[in-house]
């Protein structure tokens, strides 16, 4: 993962320095943009865009819309920009899910590397594990062992094939030596909910997401991906603490633009993003909500 958000910054950085190239359109933007995100209302995703549209448009100086693609683990929304016009106007929130889509959905039509250019990279966003109070464990391992006890009786969630969490729960399954039965949702709020409700074992979960269900105790969180604790819930151990130290890495969001899109746009974009999350409120408020601003 740290390779990925090395090149998506280094990307970005090449881009914003084009602007010196005197090919900076210094009207834009003229009109509304929209934001495409390849997840339904309530994810990770969605939570951070709406904690940054209404600074990211202030400074534009141009309303920001949320246009929701769901499905293929982000796919759909991520070839829609693809496929966009290259005039900055249609832009993409992506994760880190899509850019698995050559091996878990060949037939998109669309290439992520080659069809989208990075405009900066976001936040990044630490998984949690969260298991339904239902089960019968007090922490990971105890859940583990159950598992293990009766292969494909309990159930891990994802939203979708591919995805980070999806991933993450299938190597938990090969290296604690046990069997889950996989359920993929549309959204991480559907998913959560039915964890919530006793239809849903666990469920690996970006922490924005999760939290207000854990602080309020509907859901039990057993572990988070991160290298650290989170301050947001200080109780619960990293999954290197429990065992599993492979398992270590965070789910991170960035904004892409169509190839082609003008080198100044790009910076216009860029400068922006780089303004709002240079602010002190900024990184605050995403800190409570669970993410990580870049830098």
């Known amino acids: 993962m740290n390779h990925e958000i090395r090149d998506l910054a280094s990307a970005a950085a090449d881009g914003a320095a084009g602007s ?3 090919d900076l359109d210094a009207g834009y933007p003229v009109r509304p943009l929209s934001l495409v995100l390849g997840a339904a209302p309530g994810g990770g995703a969605d939570i951070l ?3 940054l549209l209404a600074d990211i448009a202030a400074d534009l100086g141009q309303p920001v819309t949320i246009d929701y693609q ?3 683990s982000g796919n759909i929304g991520a070839a829609r920009v693809a496929r966009a016009r290259s005039d900055g106007y249609t832009i993409l929130l992506s994760t880190r899910a899509a850019t698995l889509h050559k091996t878990m959905y060949p037939y998109m039509d669309y290439d992520f590397a080659r069809d989208l250019k990075p405009v900066g990279m976001v936040a990044t966003m630490p998984v949690v594990v969260v298991m339904g109070n239902h089960v019968a464990a007090g922490d990971l391992p105890d859940a583990i062992e159950l598992a ?3 292969p494909g ?3 891990c969630a994802s ?3 591919g995805t980070t969490n999806h991933v993450l729960c299938e190597i938990l399954q090969t290296a604690a030596g046990m069997r889950f039965q996989h359920i993929p949702y549309q959204s991480s709020a559907a998913a959560l909910s ?3 409700a006793g239809l849903v074992d666990f469920l690996f979960t970006p922490l924005s997401a999760a939290l207000p269900h854990i602080k309020s105790g509907r859901v039990c969180a057993v572990a988070v991906t991160s290298k650290l604790r989170i301050a947001e819930i200080p109780d619960v151990p990293t999954i290197e603490e429990v065992g599993f130290a492979e398992m270590g890495v965070d789910d991170w969001y960035a904004i892409m633009v169509p190839t082609g899109t003008p080198k100044g746009v790009i910076a216009r974009l860029n400068r922006s993003l780089n303004t709002v999350l240079a602010s002190e409120d900024v990184r605050l408020r995403l800190a409570r909500l669970g993410y990580m601003a870049p830098g």
């Open 20 to 22: 010196q190239a005197g």
């Open 49 to 51: 865009a709406r904690a």
């Open 70 to 72: 769901p499905g293929a």
């Open 148 to 150: 293990r006890f009766s």
């Open 153 to 155: 009786r309990y159930v």
């Open 159 to 161: 939203v979708g094939m």
């Open 194 to 196: 039915d964890v919530v």
